[in-house]
């Protein structure tokens, strides 16, 4: 009994630890088996928050005894909701990816406001994620766990996009509350065409859907009829749009949030340009049912077969090269800073302007790349590609799915949003990337530099991991198996976090002061006499000048000879 209940309060403690504000922030991409070079599939998540910490979430496995029932601890604000049955058995989880290789991210896009609450309700999205990868073996196993729960106990959350995969499928489920007065939800699942990839960004993506085609589209018995109630559709049901009756898109759903599909699209797609007026929010209505005419595509195919590093640079954007560059205009300051602190609109006398919402963005506390392998048993074939902070700076460290431990760097409760650690990869990346933020296209060449080396070193290590735990799986040795994974992944881990404190160490020495200290290969040169010699003072590029000048007119102007 003792047992039983450290188990709740630790259940407990884990679902407030992962209760941080996630929502309005997040970008997922999905990608087929058919659209990788290996033929792993993949799906990507980042989770960005103010408030959240980063860190990697584990659950063991474990046995219950029937009859034991399951908080549900909504995992935006730590709130308890009710209480479910829990299951007999429960999957191990590393983060959002369980020891069947079935991986889950999300992003909110909220929808029609009267769905976004239900009194009674106790499932919320979060704790659908969790549980969902707790009890299934594949993805489609994990859509009948999610929509069954919320048929049954309620939908507590606001519309939300769901990303899918397991070492076969992946899936996009949509899913929005039916609001007070009828208990659940309605919702669409897709599987993304083998060869194709797919994403979400905060804005409904799913439009209409093929309703006699199980294998490829699952859906609420009731997702056209209830929006006939509602008075919200009264067309052919071949023409109901899931995106279009219960999120519609407007600027702000095609300018701070379909537009981070269209640029990971972008990076590896060719065609893209056409729908760059619609991202700039620039959403047309024509046709008889006055539905957007100019939406992306829900997927597309690249234009070659990716590899887990090209899904790491789908996460790795700042809208370079499109017409939301955010090094171009003069928010970017004199060093190319494609940042803006929030919030993300202001106003100027009447006019509301925006500040762009880029993939890459400040406030991330972790992201992943899931890669799901069928050719190998799940521990070994499982990879969640963990990393902390923003997505363009972060270094994706591979997490085995059938590790048994998190890495000190990683672990909850080393450190936390208000408390400083030494060994926190949280912090330790937050001190390189808030220092770059300062000289940015100085000093970000430096950090990419190290963050190449690492993921390459990684994506070399691998094959050779995968042999070895195979050869040990393989004879029977499960349990060495497991523990060389585990190993291997908190050494990663922990020597990637000791490598970016000597990165660190490294930006203050060479760009203190504004100075730029002269280096080769990252040796500092001496004087003769071991002195370092006179530094590079770049100063500001000349546009930059222009603008003081502009701004400040006569005021800085020398008058006769300067004297020193």
Not at 16 to 26: E, K, Y
Not at 268 to 292: A, T
Not at 414 to 430: I, P, V
Request: overall charge negative; proline content about 4%; aromatic content about 12%.
């Amino acid at each position: 009994m003792i047992k039983k209940l450290q188990h709740v309060v630790i259940l407990s403690l884990l679902a407030v630890v992962w209760g941080m504000q996630l929502t309005f922030g997040c970008t997922n991409f999905l990608i087929s088996k058919g659209a990788t070079i290996d033929g792993s599939t993949m799906i990507t998540y980042a989770a960005d928050s103010h408030v959240l910490y980063g860190e990697l979430y584990y659950q063991p496995a474990q046995d219950y005894p029937e009859g034991t029932l399951r908080d549900i601890v909504e995992w935006d604000t730590g709130k308890f909701l009710g209480r479910i049955p829990q299951v007999l058995h429960t999957n191990s989880v590393v983060g959002n990816m369980n020891e069947y290789q079935v991986a889950i991210g999300e992003t909110t896009y909220g929808g029609r406001e009267v769905l976004q609450k239900q009194s009674g309700a106790i499932m919320d999205y979060g704790s659908l994620i969790y549980v969902a990868l707790q009890r299934a073996k594949t993805a489609r196993e994990a859509i009948e766990v999610m929509t069954s729960l919320v048929e049954k106990y309620g939908y507590a959350s606001e519309g939300e996009s769901f990303s899918i995969s397991d070492p076969n499928e992946v899936w996009i489920l949509e899913m929005i509350g039916k609001g007070e007065g009828d208990k659940g939800a309605v919702w669409v699942a897709q599987r993304i065409p083998d060869g194709y990839i797919c994403g979400h960004a905060n804005q409904a993506r799913i439009t209409t859907f093929p309703m006699s085609d199980p294998a490829n589209c699952l859906f609420a018995k009731d997702v056209i009829s209830f929006a006939r109630e509602k008075g919200w559709f009264d067309g052919k049901n071949k023409d109901f749009s899931f995106s279009d009756i219960y999120a519609p898109v407007d600027f702000s759903g095609a300018r701070f949030s379909d537009a981070r599909v269209f640029a990971g699209f972008n990076k590896v797609c060719s065609g893209m340009k056409q729908y760059e007026d619609y991202v700039l929010g620039n959403v047309k209505h024509d046709g008889e049912n006055k539905f957007p005419s100019n939406r992306m595509p829900l997927w597309v195919k690249p234009d070659k077969k990716l590899s887990v590093q090209d899904v790491m640079g789908m996460m790795r954007d700042h809208f370079e090269g499109t017409a939301l560059d955010m090094t171009k205009d003069i928010g970017a300051g004199p060093f190319k800073l494609p940042y803006r602190w929030r919030p993300l609109t202001f106003k100027v006398d009447s006019a509301e302007y925006v500040n762009e919402r880029a993939i890459s963005t400040q406030q991330t506390g972790f992201s992943f790349v899931a890669q799901s392998r069928s050719w190998m048993p799940n521990p070994i074939g499982g990879i969640n590609w963990f990393g902390v902070d923003d997505t363009y700076s972060t270094c994706y460290v591979p997490m085995y799915c059938g590790i048994t431990q998190i890495p000190e760097c990683f672990k909850v409760g080393n450190g936390d949003m208000l408390t400083y650690s030494e060994t926190s990869a949280f912090w330790t990346f937050n001190t390189v990337s808030n220092f770059t933020y300062l000289r940015y296209d100085a000093m970000i060449p430096d950090v990419i530099k190290v963050q190449k080396r690492l993921e390459d070193k990684f994506a070399a290590l691998t094959p050779g991991v995968d042999a070895a735990a195979l050869n040990l799986w393989n004879a029977g040795k499960k349990s060495e198996a497991l523990q060389f994974l585990t190993d291997f992944s908190d050494n990663q881990a922990n020597g990637m976090t000791s490598e970016w404190k000597k990165l660190s160490q490294f930006l203050i020495v060479k760009f203190m002061d504004g100075n730029i200290k002269k280096e080769k290969n990252g040796v500092f040169e001496r004087t003769d006499t071991g002195m370092a010699p006179s530094p590079d003072q770049p100063g500001y590029p000349e546009s930059w000048k222009k603008e003081v000048v502009k701004e400040t007119g006569d005021h800085l102007k020398m008058i006769g000879k300067p004297s020193h």
